[in-house]
């Protein structure tokens, strides 16, 4: 069963065209890992799966339903918020930057949104975010603030709070980019555990290390569409497209 699919993707920044029909199936259990360099569009792709920047044309479907839109007819028409909202909460996201609520500790910040979105009792949510705080290896942290936490902490926080929503897919926006180098591996880590947990995962990263060895499927994007995609050891081993070797000659 397909997860996510991008079907003729476009969007437009005014007169810019950064998405130039892209069509692109995510599969459950999937881990899609999207490369390329910036100012591709690898981002704006996945923002727009949750409908964080809304497409120009095209569809994009999760669990065989739109986020952002209901069908009336032959035309499209934007959802309410509240249902925009409640079908985002099957997407978990996680960002470049961490975007914890600074006056909750670690644990708060993973209770907020099963508390308020999903109606969960205190007790079954302090339950729930301790259970997910041990998954990442904070256990110890629990009622540290994030000033009191390093990035990589940080950003495990930010992963627990994404799963505490259960969602069926997680989306990885550069999530070690702002890391410093000897903090990378432990949020990698994390997100390799996700991956051998069945976790459906569409992940941009410069990280060429977990693509290969975690990556179901490699794409690269180039200049708004998708150049090359496929196994990643034929990806990033033996690329068929110029504009890839290029790109991997850089990187590797």
Known sequence: MSTVQFLN?????GQVEVLKGINLTVEEQQVVCLI??????????????NHLEMTTSGAITVGGRMIGYDVYGDRLREA?????????????MVFQSFN????????????FGPIKLLKMSKKDAQAHA????????????????????????QQRVAIARALSMK????????????LDPELVGEVLDVMNQLARDGMTMIVVTHE???????????????NGVIVEQGDP??????????????FLAKVL
């Open 36 to 49: 390329g360099p910036s100012g591709s569009g690898k981002s704006t792709l996945l923002r727009c799966v």
């Open 100 to 111: 914890l609520f600074g006056h909750m500790t670690a644990k708060e910040n993973v209770m």
């Open 233 to 246: 050891h034929e990806v990033l081993g033996n690329p068929q497209h110029e504009r890839t070797k290029s």
């Open 80 to 92: 309410s918020q509240l249902e925009i909202n409640r079908r985002r909460s099957k997407i978990g």
């Open 130 to 153: 301790e259970e997910l705080l041990k998954k990442v290896g904070l256990s110890d942290r629990m009622d540290n603030y994030p000033s009191q936490l390093s990035g990589g902490q």
């Open 9 to 13: 993707v476009h969007k437009s920044f």
């Open 167 to 178: 969602p069926e897919v997680m989306l990885f926006d550069e999530p070690t980019s702002a």
């Open 208 to 222: 060429m290390g977990f693509a290969r060895e975690m990556g179901d499927v490699v794409v690269f994007m180039d």
